[in-house]
């Protein structure tokens, strides 16, 4: 158990909708990470923040968005799905060690299907 | 843009053997790289790490070795065991790069 917990497991939706995946980081942690992983494909790195505010962003839709809020949780919102939006979705958290320390541990994902 | 590349999809590997997952990457600015193991229907959690100061970091069966001339780091598992059978995701960052990038994965499989 990595500390990180990730709700809904899984989730099943149609084309069109919105959905909002929840993400709580390890106590102590102030940085969290989305990713994605699609069939075949490693893991793409959406977003971070660290503290509340957005500090790296990756290959992020501009159909999602993320926020982090004052007691650290993030929330990973994607809207308009299609189907290509079916993957496991992962968020990791870390904490700001030493320099060079920066390993992210990772809740148990969530599957989000898209029908 | 792929910047950390894991070349072989999988790996099969007799129990007692040692396997070897490779991982190569192409950005010079990365000075810190992990090791990370994934089950089905878990996240990832990590294994092992190197920084680029070191060319080899052991702890216990595992052992990560770095060429940052080749740009090519190594996971040697020895000796192996069907638990190990996972997906295997090499990562690196850089300082002053602030994320991870991460390989497809390895698939390595370990037969009794």
């Known amino acids: 158990d990595s500390g990180v917990t990730q709700t809904p497991k899984h989730l099943i939706t149609a084309t069109g909708q919105r959905v909002t995946l929840r993400c709580s980081p390890r106590?102590?942690?102030?940085?969290v990470y989305w990713y994605q992983q699609s069939l075949d494909q490693g893991l793409q790195f959406l977003i971070q923040y660290y503290n509340g505010e957005e500090r790296a962003k990756g290959n992020i839709l501009e159909r999602f968005s993320a926020q982090q809020f004052p007691d650290l949780h993030s929330e990973l919102n994607l809207s308009s799905l299609e189907l290509g939006d079916s993957a496991l979705y992962f968020c990791?958290?870390?904490?700001?060690?030493?320099?060079?320390?920066?390993?992210?541990?990772f809740g148990p994902g969530t599957r989000l299907t898209v029908l | 843009d792929q910047q950390v590349k894991q070349n072989s999809p999988s790996l099969s590997v007799q129990e007692g053997r040692i396997s070897i997952l490779n991982c190569d990457y192409t950005n010079s600015m990365f000075d810190y790289f992990l090791w990370y193991k994934k089950y089905p229907a878990e996240g990832p959690t990590f294994l092992i790490s190197i920084s680029s100061i070191k060319d080899k970091n052991e702890d216990g069966r595992f052992t990560v070795f770095l060429n940052k001339s080749a740009k090519h780091l190594s996971l040697h598992i020895v000796p192996s065991q069907p638990g190990d059978s996972a997906v295997y995701f090499c990562a690196a960052r850089g300082s002053t790069l602030g994320r991870l990038y991460f390989g497809r994965g390895t698939q390595l499989t370990v037969w009794p």
């Open positions: 990791a958290s870390a904490s700001p060690g030493q320099v060079f320390t920066d390993t992210q541990y």
């Open positions: 106590s102590g942690d102030l940085s």
